[in-house]
């Protein structure tokens, strides 16, 4: 999520190693009221969270609504064949100290929920092969 206060954008990307729902709330929980600040003194704010759900996403259009920062949300269009390939690549380049296997990635895609127009975000959506 990249945040700019007076003229920023959230920038999202959600990797197959995002932390746990538990940690990633008590990471968010953490860092809200310094994200806020760093906002409202005029800095940007680049975050990569998880943002494959809309519950997901909420946190995020909660800091765009409470520091009236502008905002772009990065959507990575691409389809599931393109982003295993991708990751297979990089599992056997061994450049990563993670690696998911090709049944983890299904599991973890199939709850993926693209953002849509109600939720209230700029989207700039990156496509690709």
């Known amino acids: 999520m990249h945040l700019q206060s007076h003229g920023a954008s959230p920038r999202t990307s959600e990797g197959p190693h995002a932390p746990t729902p538990n940690l990633a709330f008590l990471l ?37 609504d409470q520091s009236g920062a502008a905002h772009q949300l990065h959507l990575f269009d691409l389809s599931d064949a393109v982003c295993l390939t991708r990751l297979q690549a990089r599992n056997a380049s061994g450049t990563h100290r993670f690696t998911l296997s090709d049944a983890q990635f299904a599991q973890l895609a199939q709850h993926f929920s693209p953002p849509q127009a109600d939720e209230g975000f700029n989207i700039l959506r990156h496509c690709g092969r």
């Open 28 to 64: 968010r929980q953490a860092l809200t009221a310094h994200i806020l600040d760093l906002l409202h003194s005029g800095f940007s704010v680049v975050l990569d969270f998880s943002a494959n759900t809309v519950e997901s996403r909420k946190w995020m259009r909660q800091l765009i």
